[in-house]
């Protein structure tokens, strides 16, 4: 079965960066994109950006760009989002998911990774 | 790129229906039919309810329906009931592999 295993807490002070890792399973890694996701505590879902494993190509939403990397590495079916020069309102959990080759909507769902940025 | 407008808040009585709208523009969901749902219980991950506007995954009672008229998309969660009650997120395509959610509606089974 399809699985987006994430790591786990970070807890980060303001400025630092964090790396959040999602590990693919049960579905030929390099076929679908992967996409972030983000949510603040009490807030919607804030899209981030994707990232192509094929290809390595990635895409990024205009609010994020200069701050975030997607990578990924093919060989352990991992995917990683990395948010640099963190604040407060990074704050947030963050989760991965899975875009259908072709298609436009998010099928599997890491289980989120919790990002806290405080001093 | 601005979110998809939802309202704050629905609510219904177990059995009624309750329809969400989801707002956008003619560069997103009225451009594109592209617009999907997601259902959330707090605490946990989205779940995809429909996509394609109108289009249900297996599994999905088919209490749930979406449609579109123009810039804006609705859910219709038929018969309510008690598991109904949670957060539920619109999603459109935006073009140039951009991606806008909407700003969530909480849905309340009275």
């Known amino acids: 079965q399809v699985q987006l295993v994430q790591s786990g807490p970070e807890v980060k002070k303001p400025r630092a960066s964090v790396r959040v890792s999602c590990k693919a399973s049960?579905?030929?890694?390099?076929?679908?994109?992967l996409h972030w996701v983000r949510q603040a505590p009490g807030q919607r879902l804030e899209w981030m950006g994707q990232i192509n494993p094929n290809s390595g190509g990635t895409h990024y939403a205009q609010k994020f760009l200069g701050r975030v990397t997607m990578t990924s590495d093919t060989s352990v079916s991992t995917a990683y989002m990395e948010l640099s020069s963190l604040i407060s309102d990074d704050t947030a959990m963050y989760y991965c998911a899975r875009l259908p080759s072709g298609r436009f909507f998010f099928d599997y769902w890491g289980q989120g990774t919790v990002v806290t940025v405080s001093s | 790129q601005s979110a998809l407008t939802q309202p704050p808040s629905a609510s219904g009585s177990p059995g009624q229906s309750v329809t969400i709208s989801c707002t956008g523009t003619?560069?997103?969901?009225?451009?594109?039919?592209?617009v999907s749902w997601y259902q959330q219980y707090p605490g946990e991950a989205p779940k995809l309810l429909i996509y394609?506007?109108?289009e249900r995954p297996s599994g999905v009672p088919d209490r749930f329906s979406g449609s579109k008229s123009g810039n804006t998309a609705s859910l219709t969660v038929s018969g309510l009931q008690a598991e109904d009650e949670a957060d539920y997120y619109c999603?459109?395509?935006?073009?140039?592999?951009?991606?806008?959610f909407g700003s969530g509606t909480k849905v309340t089974v009275l």
């Open positions: 003619s560069s997103d969901v009225g451009l594109y039919n592209y």
């Open positions: 394609a506007v109108s």
């Open positions: 049960g579905y030929t890694f390099n076929a679908y994109y």
């Open positions: 999603n459109s395509y935006a073009g140039s592999n951009n991606f806008v």
